[in-house]
């Protein structure tokens, strides 16, 4: 079975840390993606990531950033927190197009 | 182009049926299901591609029609496990892309 992880499934920060958000797949996908999901809203892609070091934004990626070093990990950065960017994350890896994407469980992120 | 899902939400007694509508303002290469317990990640249901071809669940139907670009989920008979929220997913680009853009939602409720 596919798995991905997330470091955390609940975190609260301050207004201005630099937050960092984890994500581990297990299956050599080589694309994986970023989400932010809003009640009402549904799931909004913020980063995707198509191989190492390679990325791509989605349509909110204004106050994030990304990093993969390795295919199996890709990280979300938040230089500094503001409290909008109270949400829940999901991570998601696939592999090919069109393919199904696997999410991980999320991190409820809380920023006061 | 955010695909817009009727109903918003829906509510059934177990054993009844239910249809939940994706439509998009472009043109679809494919349509891409995925259904949400609460508190629990997205889990995929199916892909359907332009000329017919289906891939995923073997007890949840599905229909695509390229011409209207809308695509069509058919809940028959259903069952309490089936409570969730119903998502559909487009490409983000003409062709097919790995990125999606995901509608907002429509929360199916069964009841005994």
């Known amino acids: 079975d596919v798995k991905v992880t997330q470091s955390s499934r609940y975190l609260v920060k301050r207004t201005g840390e630099k937050v960092f958000l984890e994500c581990v797949q297990d299956m050599d996908h080589e694309n994986m993606f970023w989400y932010r999901q809003d009640p009402g809203l549904g799931l909004r892609l913020i980063y995707f990531s198509y191989d190492v070091k390679m990325k791509e934004k989605g349509d909110i990626p204004e106050g994030y950033s990304v990093s993969r070093e390795k295919k199996e990990r890709f990280s979300l950065i938040l230089e500094s927190a503001s409290t909008n960017q109270t949400s829940m994350y999901l991570c998601?890896?696939?592999?090919?197009?069109?393919?199904?994407?696997?999410f991980g469980p999320g991190t409820r992120l809380t920023v006061t | 182009q955010q695909p817009v899902q009727s109903p918003q939400a829906v509510i059934l007694r177990e054993g009844e049926d239910a249809v939940i509508n994706c439509s998009s303002s472009?043109?679809?290469?494919?349509v891409h299901w995925y259904r949400q317990k609460h508190g629990e990640a997205p889990v995929f249901l199916m892909i359907?591609?332009?000329?017919?071809e289906q891939k995923g669940h073997d007890k949840i139907s599905a229909s695509f029609n390229e011409k209207k670009q809308q695509s069509s989920l058919y809940l028959t008979a259903s069952q309490l496990s089936y409570s969730g929220t119903y998502f559909c997913g487009t490409p983000s680009s003409q062709g097919g892309s790995e990125k999606l853009v995901f509608g907002k939602g429509t929360k199916l409720t069964v009841n005994p």
């Open positions: 359907l591609l332009k000329g017919g």
């Open positions: 472009k043109a679809l290469y494919s």
């Open positions: 998601a890896s696939s592999s090919g197009t069109p393919s199904e994407q696997y």
